[in-house]
């Protein structure tokens, strides 16, 4: 593994990691079973599409810039 790859890996940019890798990567740093789950959920997450909230809908928007326009008329 390449620095360059084991450091895109520390910054999250998991995409297309392969299970191989991440057992490879856990047994060179010697992770116990509980670490190798949180390295696996984390991968997860970090792999996993952006959510929107439910409440979120085009055009909602309650920034400063929209409330003080509204109270300048």
Known sequence: ???E???RLERGNV????PEVL???AAA???DDVERAHLAALVRAAAA????PPNA???SCTCAT???RSSTR
Not at 49 to 52: D, I, K, N, S, Y
């Open 15 to 18: 995409g297309g990691v392969s």
């Open 66 to 68: 929209a409330s003080s």
């Open 57 to 59: 809908t085009a055009g």
């Open 1 to 3: 593994m390449s620095v």
């Open 49 to 52: 599409p952006p959510t929107v």
């Open 23 to 25: 057992d490879s990567l």
């Open 5 to 7: 790859y084991y450091t």
């Open 29 to 31: 740093l010697q992770l």
